[in-house]
């Protein structure tokens, strides 16, 4: 039964439990969930097991050894960042739930780096994060439906949007493979509608068109691609979706000896990942690829190196798109981290972002978005195409970063200079 | 993708939670004073109000001034034949429920503490509300007048009883002190439309020979109800063999008359599709739209997770909804004199635009649900009689404005009383602060009022679907904790009356830690300001 005349002792200590500590009151450093004298927790979801997790599970890991690196070297305004991975099996109600844990539970902070269109819609509109105020940097998912910052307030993009892909990749079909029969594969859902809606303005007309339902990916479902694909003509395809079903495409197309023109969407390209896949080095050579980023391989890269050598030490994972990604998601968390203050709070965490944020150093090549009125992240891509050791190169040999948006402005052909590494890759901004 | 046969009906576990469970034996005849026994030091009196609804209330020899004041859920106001799954052999029964489910362990453990318990068969069954709330104001002056050391009233009561204790909250502040409705209905219009929707939904895409409301007067139009529970039955049956039979791509039912393209997208998506534009949850008892059986190999665990547990959930929460549905629907039709449920202006597409994403495999993508939705777009569609509409419109709803401390208590995959009920209640509450504290400033107050109403979430676990070594989903098992209707533990329900006893004491809400440990000791009870449930989707047009 409950007591009708509390004892001030009980009082002060569900007071104090209710709180987090007596402490917290006195010290507003510390009065922000997930922040206290000596760490920052930090948490993400993704799927780390299962069907979709090829690549996509090396993220989380990626990010941790940055952040291990930058803990050994004095942290976050002596803060330690620690990152807690949570596995939503790309499954929707299980990212909510993981979600709900990080933030109830586990009381981190922020998220960064949430991985997954279809989880990160589910996650946004059960978990409340806007009315809870909980920043979510860096969403790993180009869907440009996010890109609406009335709706997401509190979160922000990295990768360029699918639109802006779809543009990019609709003139370099315009001006490199005029004439031929073209087709289509994608994910029948706003991935697909992203990257239909983007072609439809530019002109692009596929001749045969192969959608498909995110979670059918299979051997068995990639046949009758094939088979669609072979018996329209196609002689240059176009995918846009994730790796899981770019490999059994191209493992089934290289059985069947269908051989087209491949131009792989940045999410589901990875080399290191396809080949683990069971993909042929054969088939991915002289496959196309629009990227963001330099090659993992390009050692010539000051971020690819330092990334490189943080890798070695921390994590000791092949180094492929997806480290690379995680790394530089680190990189990118720590600038935030750091604009945000030595007393950081979650309001100030998002006013940094939209302050500073498009000025932070990062490894892709185009500019960053950022600003009060907006939550875009990347902004262009550069055409890239795979070789026989199955490394990727700039098509044509040099960079050529195209530059657009998710509506209907023009492609453009841009000049811009991404910031320098900073110095051992450790920020120093503020 | 592997075929399964399921150990057990689904619509039988569903169903039966509907119904509230009536343990007590039938009270004497009305009379004006109770008659009362006592045996080993606990007296009961049984009597009837003016009305002619039975009662019953049970005092200790210690009894220390508080009382229970139970309402009972949702009972049927036509028996149903004996065979239809779940519901069959109902017979209409005022019998008192003087706790949920007329517990003797809830009831034991109240008495132990001193306190007495009451309730009410109500004179009608059905929804009752407006005749309900006075039954209970006249009981509450019944009880007092027996027992005129009564100091404290405390309402409680599930589903419909959760609707009539809240408008006593709102009504009677003077004659209760703490309320707790617990998976309440909210406003009768959107539950009402959620029901329509389910009905419809299932009659469109299995078996446009469901009336789905609209009944005949007399005889006539109860056969047609008690026709359509059969037929929705049979419909979510078939869909259920169905999809054991071949989880990938499910046959439509033989019923089922929608043009033979659409049959090319699997009937399981139009289940889907259904719970989504009604707003019944994406996790039931036994599914929870996230597992897949151990063994199968990766692409298909995956499709499994994402498109056919989703379906088995929306297939099990559509059993209860179009239960209630049926069932209701016949009786506010006779309350209103006409058909309540028009759709006629509903955009079916709108309805379920935020969701589309979300549940994408499950709606077999894009095209899939442009399919199943442009079909809807089409097809005739439920016109309701004005006037039945605006005698429902007129019967007792939800104010918000709420002086008493009131505990608020539901599951949020509840797919009967949706935690949109309980949402909408918590807006309506919020906004009347909201008007209170501008009224305070204008008149240069600057004491903000008291938040008086705390909201509880009984929330499934990550994963629970269980599957048998064979791989089959085992529906045998308990329904999950956070799912189902008004599926409270012991526990958990004398973690409630702990919290109207105090509220009723203080005239405030427990708080703090002393709540945190009350509700982590009852297990499955979260406490989170930052949750908002999805309003029902009438709300959202």
Known sequence: MIRKTPRKGTWLAATVLASGSLFATALPAYAEAGVSAREIKLGITLPLTGAASPGYNKIGNAMNAYFKYVNDNGGVYGRKITLIQKNDEYSPQLAIAKTNELILKDKVFALVGPLGTATYTAVHKSVNLAKRGVPSLFLNTGFSGFSDKKSYPTSFMILSSYAMEAKIVAQFLKDNHAGKKLGLVYQNDEFGIDAITAFKAAGTKFDVTVPYTSGSQSAATAQTWVSQLAAGGAQVVVFFGVTSATAPLLAVSAAAKYAPQWILGSVGSDPLTLRALGVPVAVLNGAQTPAGNPSPNDTSDEYVKQFQEINTKYNDAPFDDYVLQGMNLGLMTVQALRAAGSNPTRKGLIRAMESKGSSFASVAYSPLGYSKTSNVGHTGYYMAVMDANGDRKPFGGTVKLYTTDSGSGPVVLSTFKRPAMPAKGLPSNS | ?541
């Open chain 2, 1 to 541: 993708m592997k075929n399964f046969k399921f150990k057990r009906s689904l619509t039988l576990i569903a169903v039966s939670s509907l119904l509230s469970i009536t343990v007590v034996s039938i009270p004497t005849a009305a009379q004006a004073t109770p008659a009362c026994t006592t045996a080993n030091f606990v007296t009961t009196c049984l009597g009837a109000t003016t009305d002619a609804a039975p009662y019953m209330l049970i005092t200790p020899a210690n009894f220390n001034g508080t009382v229970y004041l139970y309402s009972h859920g949702y009972r049927p106001n036509v028996a149903v034949p004996a065979g239809i799954p779940g519901v069959g052999g109902y017979t209409i029964t005022n019998t008192p429920e003087p706790a949920p489910g007329g517990n003797p362990q809830i009831i034991g453990a109240l008495l132990a503490k001193g306190f007495a318990v009451m309730g009410s068969g109500f004179a009608r069954q059905g929804w009752n509300a407006d005749s309900a709330i006075k039954t209970n104001v006249e009981l509450i002056g019944v009880f007092k007048k027996q027992y005129p050391k009564t100091t404290k009233v405390v309402a409680w009561g599930s589903s419909l009883g959760g609707f009539i204790t809240q408008a006593l909250a709102e009504k009677y502040p003077n004659l209760i002190s703490a309320a707790a409705p617990l998976c309440m209905a909210s406003d009768l219009n959107p539950l009402m439309t959620m029901a329509g929707d389910a009905i419809w939904g299932i009659k469109t895409f299995f078996d446009p020979t469901i009336k789905g409301g609209n009944y005949s007067a007399g005889p006539a139009g109860y056969a047609e109800a008690m026709g359509d529970l059969v037929k929705v039955f049979t419909a979510i049956g078939a869909m259920q063999v169905a999809i054991g039979a071949n989880p990938a791509a499910p046959a439509w039912p033989a019923t089922s008359t929608v043009p033979a393209a659409l049959k090319a997208v699997p009937s399981r998506s139009a289940l889907v599709l259904v719970a989504l534009m009604s707003g019944i949850p994406m996790q039931s008892a036994h599914f929870d739209s996230t597992s897949a059986p151990a063994g199968l190999p990766a692409a298909n665990a995956l499709s499994f997770q994402l498109a056919i547990n989703p379906a088995l959930a929306a297939l099990e929460n559509l059993a209860n909804a179009a239960a209630l549905g049926v069932l209701a629907t016949y009786d506010l039709e006779l309350q209103a004199g006409g058909a309540i449920f028009d759709n006629t202006a509903t955009n079916y597409a709108a309805r379920v635009s935020d969701e589309q994403f979300i549940w994408s495999s499950a709606l077999s993508g894009n095209a899939g649900i442009g399919a199943l939705l442009g079909y809807l777009a089409v097809v005739p569609r439920a016109k309701g009689d004005p006037a039945a509409m605006a005698k429902l419109a007129s019967l007792t709803t939800h104010t918000g404005k709420v002086e008493i401390p009131t505990i608020l208590f539901t599951a949020t995959a509840d797919p009967v009383t949706t935690p949109g009920n309980q949402q909408s209640v918590i807006d309506k509450y919020a906004a009347y602060s909201a008007d209170k504290w501008a009224a305070t400033i204008k008149e240069r107050g600057s004491k903000k009022p008291t938040n008086n109403q705390l909201a509880l979430w009984s929330i499934p676990a990550e994963k629970y679907t269980k599957f048998t070594a064979a791989g089959t989903p085992n529906t045998a098992v308990a329904a999950a904790p956070g799912t189902n209707h008004c599926n409270f533990t012991v526990a958990q329900h004398l973690a409630i009356a702990d919290l109207l006893a105090y509220a009723a004491s203080n005239g405030k809400n427990l708080s703090g830690g002393a709540l945190l440990t009350k509700i982590r000791k009852a297990g499955n009870m979260t406490y989170d300001r930052g949750y908002i449930a999805p309003k029902m989707k009438y709300y959202g047009g």
